[in-house]
C-alpha cells in the first residue's frame, strides 16, 4: 500500500474515532442523570404558549438543568418545538433525553387539590386556582355561569351544593369548565338512587340537604351529635317551626367569629334569618363535609324540638323536649360565658 492511501486510511480511521468519540461523549451526555444534580426532585410548571426560550428559562430558575447547551441541542434534535404545557416532576435520575421525552410527549404529573371548610365560591376559587393553572378570577367566571349548571336546579345561592369537599386528581391545566364538569361527575356519582331516596324519605331536594347540612357543621364540631341535631331541625321543618340557628343569623350578620348571638341580631332582615322566617334558607352557608351531609341523610327519629351547647364548653349539645327545658339548659349555657367573659 503507498504512502499515500496509508495516510488516507489513517486519517479515515482517526476522523472515524474522533465520530465514534463524540457520539459516546454525547450518548453519555443525554442518558446519564444530568437533570436536578444535586439530588432535589423540582417541579416544573410549564404554563400554555410558553416556547422554547420560557421553558429553557423556567428549568434554569428552578435550577433543574445542568447542561443547557447540550439540552438545546437535544431537543432540536429530537423535534422539541413548542414544548406541551403542564405540571412536570423532575427527579434527580432524570437524564436529558428522559426530559426532553417528558416534555414532547407531555407526559405531565397530576396535582392533588383539596378543599374543604370552604364558605363560599370566592374562597373555593381562591383555593382551586393555588393549585391549577387558571386564575381565581377565570374559576369564579365559570362557577358563576348559570351554562354550567343547566342539568341541575340550581340558581346562585345553592351553586357551592354542586361541590364536595375531598381531595381530587386533577391536570395543572385543567380548564375551570373541566373543573366543573369533573365536579358535576363526582356529584351525579355521590347522589346515586339510594341517596336521592334518602332525602325523599326525608322530604328534601338534594340542594335542600346541603343547605341544612351546613347549619349543621355550623351548629357542632361533634360529629356524633350531628344525626340527632339533623333531627331536631327536621321536626321543626315538619311542624313549620323556624329553625331559629344562630349559624344562619352570622351569616346574614356578615360574621363568623362571635362567640354569642344576641337578642337583637335576631331582628336583622335577611333570607337567612331563620329566627324570622321559616323553612330552610335560599341556600347552604357553607360548603358542607361529606360526613354532615350523611348526617342529615340519616338524621335521629325523635320528637326533640330543643338543644343548645352543654355548659362544659366541650362542644357537645344538649338537647330537650319542651321549651321550659330548654331555657334550662340555654341559662346554664349563658352562665358559662359570662363567667368566662365572653359576652360577644
Not at 373543573?179 to 361527575?185: E, K, T, Y
Request: hydrophobic fraction near 40%; glycine fraction near 6%; charge should be neutral.
Amino acid at each position: 500500500m503507498s504512502r499515500r492511501w496509508r495516510s488516507v486510511v489513517a486519517g479515515s480511521l482517526a476522523l472515524a474515532g474522533l465520530l465514534l468519540w463524540l457520539a459516546l461523549d454525547i450518548y453519555d451526555r443525554v442518558k446519564r442523570p444530568a437533570v436536578c444534580t444535586d439530588g432535589i426532585t423540582r417541579t416544573l410548571l410549564l404554563p400554555s404558549g410558553a416556547g422554547g426560550q420560557a421553558l429553557v428559562d423556567s428549568l434554569l430558575s428552578i435550577g433543574a438543568l445542568a447542561d443547557t447547551a447540550t439540552f438545546v441541542r437535544w431537543a432540536h434534535h429530537r423535534g422539541l418545538r413548542i414544548p406541551k404545557p403542564g405540571r412536570y416532576v423532575l427527579h434527580p435520575d432524570l437524564s436529558i433525553d428522559d426530559l426532553v421525552r417528558k416534555l414532547r410527549s407531555g407526559a405531565q404529573d397530576p396535582v392533588q387539590v383539596t378543599f374543604s371548610n370552604i364558605r363560599d365560591l370566592d374562597m373555593l376559587a381562591e383555593k382551586v386556582s393555588r393549585s391549577l393553572e387558571p386564575t381565581k378570577e377565570a374559576f369564579l367566571r365559570a362557577m358563576y355561569d348559570p351554562a354550567n349548571y343547566s342539568g341541575e336546579h340550581l340558581e346562585p345561592a345553592t351553586y357551592i351544593c354542586l361541590y364536595l369537599p375531598n381531595t381530587y386528581e386533577f391536570w395543572w391545566t385543567t380548564s375551570p369548565e373541566a373543573f366543573l364538569a369533573r365536579m358535576q361527575r363526582e356529584h351525579d356519582a355521590y347522589w346515586n338512587e339510594a341517596r336521592l331516596e334518602q332525602a325523599g324519605r326525608i322530604g328534601l331536594a338534594p340542594e335542600e340537604v346541603a343547605t341544612l347540612a351546613s347549619i349543621v357543621q355550623a351548629e357542632t364540631i361533634r360529629s356524633e351529635d350531628a344525626p340527632r341535631i339533623a333531627g331536631v331541625y327536621l321536626n321543626r321543618l315538619r311542624i313549620g317551626m323556624p329553625l331559629q340557628a344562630d349559624p344562619t343569623l352570622k351569616f346574614a350578620l356578615g360574621v363568623d367569629s362571635v362567640g354569642r348571638v344576641l337578642n337583637v341580631d335576631k331582628s336583622i332582615e335577611s333570607p337567612y334569618n331563620t329566627y324570622l322566617h321559616a323553612g330552610l334558607p335560599p341556600g347552604p352557608i357553607a360548603m358542607p363535609e361529606l360526613r354532615y351531609i350523611e348526617a342529615v341523610l340519616q338524621a335521629e327519629k325523635s320528637d326533640l324540638l330543643y338543644f343548645c351547647a352543654k355548659d362544659d364548653l366541650s362542644g357537645h349539645s344538649v338537647f330537650s323536649r319542651t321549651y321550659a327545658e330548654h331555657l334550662v339548659n340555654a341559662r346554664k349555657y349563658q352562665r358559662a360565658l359570662d363567667r368566662r367573659g365572653i359576652y360577644r
